[in-house]
Nanobody
Framework: VQLQASGGGLVQAGGFLRLSCAASGRPFSVFTMGWFRQVSGKEREFVAAISRSGISTHYVDSVKGRFTISRDNAENTVYLQMNSLKPEDTAVYYC????????????????????WGQGTLVTVSS
């Protein structure tokens, strides 16, 4: 499956962005989807994940209440709505897909995701 992330950009602290990740190549609904982010020189960090149906979601503590992950299986797209952005949210954001079910997948571990998008840069200025 191919993943294409978009929606990054430069925003002031307190602002918002919506990232999109469009999938192609295989039925989208079979994948558990995740968003990760990475700052240069640091390890890739889990941000959020969503189950195949969209019913279950999970977030890293630092974004809870500010970010929302969602998906549209008819449009083969997963979204990350990011509100109240902070300078520490600055990173390259990656979407990822795993064919494993939500209940058998360690969703916060990047090595468990098979397919990755190319990344989109989010810069939050103070």
């Amino acid at each position: 499956v191919q993943l294409q992330a978009s929606g990054g950009g430069l925003v002031q602290a307190g602002g918002f962005l919506r990232l999109s990740c469009a999938a192609s190549g295989r039925p989208f609904s079979v994948f558990t989807m995740g968003w990760f982010r990475q700052v240069s020189g640091k390890e890739r960090e889990f941000v959020a994940a969503i189950s195949r149906s969209g019913i279950s979601t999970h977030y890293v503590d630092s974004v809870k209440g500010r970010f929302t992950i969602s998906r549209d299986n008819a449009e083969n797209t997963v979204y990350l709505q990011m509100n109240s952005l902070k300078p520490e949210d600055t990173a390259v954001y990656y979407c990822a897909a795993s064919p494993r079910d939500w209940y058998t997948l360690n969703i916060i571990r990047s090595l468990n995701y098979v397919y990755w998008g190319q990344g989109t840069l989010v810069t939050v200025s103070s």
